[in-house]
């Protein structure tokens, strides 16, 4: 089985700066995807990023990049120039690949972002 | 293209109680997934369909069903509710079962009393 773990529940940033979430996974698989949601206070989740295990590129979306480590099982988001709409939750989440589109999330952090 | 849409948005049921939650994937995804959302449990999987057909479940009781018809809406049942089953209940669709994309619809609020 899968575990997604996110220790930090809240963090704060203030605006246009740059901020870290960290994740680590523990996973038998080879062959997997990472993820980041996100989910503000209207609860419609949201894809921010994802990562296909087999590219050791990290992935990049405009202000959102991750930083993967596969032999550390370490995923983290970092977002920069953080602007008021990135308040919200944020949840990391892996899926086997496969025929079988299951995820596992982990807790979450909710992130504030100051003005 | 619309996005998933999920009815009701919010339903307020007594303990004991049936309900059924419906879920219209993305115009052409066939497969749909839904999600339990709890403060205590955090994002929890409950079941995929593809094709009308069950693929993957997870850890819950008989009480929750689901089905997915011809058309891929997907309905979710819950047998005699119990107060813990008040929750957020979020249903994802993709492409095709497997494929990563998946694309979340706005949730339906349940609440026991």
């Known amino acids: 089985a899968q575990t997604v773990t996110q220790s930090q529940p809240e963090m704060s940033v203030q605006e246009a700066e740059t901020v870290t979430l960290s994740c680590t996974y523990d996973t038998s698989e080879n062959n997997y995807y990472l993820f980041w949601y996100k989910q503000p206070p209207s609860r419609q989740m949201i894809l921010v990023i994802r990562q296909e295990a087999y590219k050791q590129q990290n992935a990049t979306e405009n202000r959102f990049s991750v930083n993967f480590q596969k032999a550390a099982k370490s995923f983290s988001l970092k977002i920069s120039d953080s602007q008021l709409g990135d308040t919200a939750m944020y949840f990391c989440a892996f899926m086997k690949a496969g025929a079988n589109s299951k995820l596992t999330f982990g807790k979450g952090i909710t992130l504030s972002v100051r003005p | 293209k619309a996005g998933v849409t999920q009815t009701p948005r919010y339903l307020i049921k007594t303990r004991g109680q049936q309900v059924t939650l419906s879920c219209s994937p993305i115009s052409g995804h066939r497969s749909v997934s839904w999600y339990q959302q709890t403060p205590g449990q955090g994002l929890q999987f409950l079941f995929e369909?593809?094709?009308?057909?069950?693929?993957n479940k997870g850890n819950f009781p008989g009480r929750f069903s689901g089905r997915q018809f011809s058309n891929s809406r997907s309905e979710m049942n819950v047998s005699t509710l119990e107060l813990g089953d008040s929750a957020l209940y979020l249903c994802?669709?993709?492409?095709?079962?497997?494929?990563?994309?998946?694309?979340f619809g706005p949730g339906t609020r349940l609440t026991v009393t």
């Open positions: 994802a669709s993709s492409s095709a079962a497997g494929f990563y994309e998946q694309y």
């Open positions: 369909y593809f094709s009308e057909t069950q693929r």
